[in-house]
């Protein structure tokens, strides 16, 4: 049997099937509704190891292991690329959608997306639901703050819930609403807390035996927990050639822009994941990068200002974070030691 190729254009409830032959002609489309059962019956219907994608869309987790596990060869479609194919038809619809995906597979023309395997989605489920769990403390805390400014009250300590600002909170003298406010936030604080202490116990168990994860631990600035986003948010580190594919995926590279002999370089990009930006500045936010990077921080300050050092630099050591998840070790760092 000739090789298939099945677009699946993924929904919440509803999916719509299409599927297209090596010369690119619609065998079959059929809507169904999102059960495992009815969706492995009619992917089944394009033969065994059939080449299926999908795009990367809300609880896609499900369909990429069922249909691993029926035995097709699965992809998965980069959602932005794919924008940029289907934002300008006049007609948009899900039988469209799908045709397109099944076509561009057909073609070797996939702007794919990788895949990670359960163990990694896992991994990066609780570094997520932890990162999620510290912002919304954050806004508890800013609460806080919030009730005591409106009684004119500043904290004595910069750590408002560290033991010394914890004190203070404790003699507070407020209107009965106002501080029933305050102890319920303070409760909550608490609960938070906990929380994120089970996860990060959880976190760092799975990750202790992990030579990338105690090897970017050397760097200033990367502790467990940053540590622990690089590892689940990058992934396999041998998916990308370089350090400089590693930088452009997490969107810390300028955009580029050029025609003829025009050429413009902008602002980075600030695609790929989000969290793994957002660590690689933070970590070098405290200490410009430790002895290693400190020079450079400062030479760029001078010169392009504060804000774009901090990139140029957040970008060389997501390049170190590369080497030393590829290697288990950063050759630098070990000489300097």
């Not at 039988?95 to 895949?115: C, H, N, Q, Y």
């Not at 002895?291 to 774009?308: F, M, N, P, T």
């Not at 060389?316 to 288990?328: I, P």
Request: aromatic share 6%.
């Amino acid at each position: 049997m000739e090789q298939r190729y099945v677009g699946i254009d993924l929904h919440r409830r509803r999916s719509v099937i299409v599927t297209m032959d090596r010369a690119g002609e619609v065998l079959s489309s059929v809507r169904i509704e999102n059960d495992p059962v009815a969706m492995s019956l009619a992917v089944a219907e394009a033969g065994e190891a059939a080449e299926v994608v999908f795009e990367a869309t809300y609880g896609w987790y499900w369909l990429a292991d069922l249909l691993k596990a029926d035995g097709h060869f699965v992809h998965m479609a980069h959602p932005l690329a794919m924008a940029g194919m289907t934002n300008n038809r006049r007609v948009k619809t899900d039988w469209k959608d799908a045709t397109l995906l099944a076509d561009v597979l057909r073609m070797g023309s996939l702007p794919e997306g990788w895949i990670a395997p359960p163990e990694t989605r896992e991994l990066r489920e609780l570094v997520r639901y932890r990162a999620k769990l510290v912002a919304l403390r954050s806004g508890l805390k800013a609460q806080v703050h919030a009730v005591m400014a409106k009684h004119g009250i500043l904290p004595t300590r910069v750590q408002l819930f560290g033991p010394g600002g914890q004190a203070q909170l404790d003699h507070l003298e407020l209107p009965t609403g106002y501080a029933m406010r305050i102890a319920s936030l303070r409760h909550l604080v608490d609960v938070y807390d906990k929380e994120v202490a089970v996860l990060e116990r959880e976190v760092h168990g799975r990750l202790k035996d992990h030579r990338g994860y105690r090897a970017i631990q050397q760097i200033t600035g990367v502790g467990k927990v940053i540590g622990a986003i690089f590892v689940a948010e990058i992934g396999d580190i041998d998916r990308f050639p370089s350090a400089k594919h590693l930088c452009s995926w997490a969107g810390l590279t300028p955009k580029h822009r050029e025609s003829d002999l025009t050429k413009f370089r902008g602002e980075i990009t600030k695609q790929g994941s989000t969290l793994v930006r957002w660590a690689a500045i933070e970590a070098i936010s405290g200490h410009r990068g430790g002895s290693l990077l400190q020079a450079d921080y400062h030479r760029i300050a001078e010169r392009r200002g504060v804000y774009k050092a901090r990139v140029a630099v957040a970008r060389k050591l997501l390049t170190l974070v590369y080497y030393g998840l590829r290697d288990g070790e950063i050759r630098c760092l070990t000489q300097a030691a």
